[in-house]
């Protein structure tokens, strides 16, 4: 079965301590996987795509990376404006539908 | 640039009221269209999507239903709500497979 685990559930971070968030994934033939934002009350912005191992995409003071397994959110020098709901998704193995994990909440306190 | 509206955006339903929920998506043509709910402690769930007018897939068996009157306008709806239909619903487009891109949501309560 596709499935996609997010890891921690909640992190809180000191502004400017930098951490990682985790996404492992379960899908045959990956057509992509996908991190998204999402704020309080508002729908998931788009942040990054992946499609294959070793790809690294950058956005700010986010990077996201991608194993043939797993992709990491690493946040670098965090800032209380960072603080939100952080979405991995994959498509399934028809490519018809994203599976989303159910997405690390993220607290930058100053 | 593409835009996606979703309207309304809080709404209180008694039990076994009907719905109806809209979407409709601005500058593209053509797109793929999607409804989700997102319940409290879990992830996102994808209720419906639609590839072109009249052409409606469901992911999981309930009482709602999904309607793709024109190409930019997806609509939601149930002819009798369930306290487990609450929750947030969202919206969202995409071209093909390349991200999808959501509207602001509908916050749904059922009293």
Redo the contacts between chains.
């Keep these: 079965e596709d499935q996609?685990t997010q890891s921690p559930e909640a992190l809180r971070l000191q502004e400017g301590e930098s951490s990682s968030l985790n996404c492992s994934y379960t899908v045959s033939g990956l057509?992509?996987l996908?991190w998204?934002r999402q704020d309080p009350?508002?729908?998931?912005?788009?942040l990054f795509?992946l499609y294959s191992a070793g790809e690294e995409k950058e956005k700010e003071r986010l990077k996201a990376t991608l194993t043939k397994k797993e992709s990491f959110l690493h946040i670098t020098a965090p800032k209380p404006e960072d603080s939100a709901t952080y979405?991995c998704?994959v498509?399934n193995q028809a490519?018809?539908?994203?599976i989303?994990?159910?997405?690390t909440t993220l607290s930058v306190s100053s | 640039s593409q835009t996606i509206h979703q309207w309304p955006a809080t709404l209180v339903q008694p039990v076994g009221s009907p719905l109806s929920l809209e979407c409709t998506v601005e500058g593209t043509s053509n797109p793929n269209l999607y409804w989700y709910r997102q319940a409290a402690g879990r992830g996102l769930q994808l209720l419906f999507y639609s590839v072109g007018i009249g052409q409606i897939s469901s992911e999981v068996p309930q009482n709602l239903s999904a309607s793709r009157p024109q190409d930019r306008q997806f609509i939601l709806s149930s002819k009798k709500l369930l306290l487990s239909d609450s929750g947030f619903y969202l919206c969202a487009w995409s071209g093909g497979e390349q991200p999808q891109h959501f509207g602001d949501g509908t916050r749904l309560s059922i009293l």
């Design positions: 996609v057509r992509g996908f998204y009350g508002k729908g998931p912005e788009f795509t979405l998704a498509f490519g018809t539908a994203l989303f994990g159910k997405g």
